[in-house]
């Protein structure tokens, strides 16, 4: 059975960087896709990025390009998303999503069936 966890949240203020981490455990294969999704208040869950484990092209949701990167660790079973320049509005619970294989609809929650509990972010002054 696979196991997100995710650590890394927590207070910051406008312009700091955070960087969460989601650890997996149960993966057999590389053939195996990871996301970040996030969700504010009173809002549908969001997609922030994902990327196949095997890997090739991360895949950024236009929005958050240039502030936000995936990546992950292989010997540590672990994927990040790098976070700078953080504004009041990244304000939100982070999620991490798993799934065996790659979807082409990767930027869908229902597209993964492995969750973390999810991480708050919050940035304030």
């Known amino acids: 059975q696979v196991q997100l966890v995710e650590s890394g949240g927590g207070l910051v203020s406008p312009g700091d960087s955070l960087r969460l981490s989601c650890e997996i455990s149960?993966?057999?294969?590389?053939?195996?896709?990871v996301a970040w999704f996030r969700q504010a208040p009173g809002k549908e869950r969001e997609f922030v990025a994902a990327m196949r484990w095997s890997g090739g092209a991360p895949r950024v949701e236009d929005s958050f390009k240039g502030r936000f990167a995936i990546s992950r660790d292989n010997a540590k079973n672990t994927a990040f998303l790098q976070m700078n320049s953080l504004k009041s509005e990244d304000t939100a619970v982070y999620y991490c999503a798993a799934r065996t294989g790659w979807h082409v609809w990767y930027h869908l929650p229902s597209s993964y069936n492995y969750w973390g509990q999810g991480t708050q972010v919050t940035v304030s002054s």
């Open positions: 149960g993966r057999e294969s590389n053939n195996f896709g």
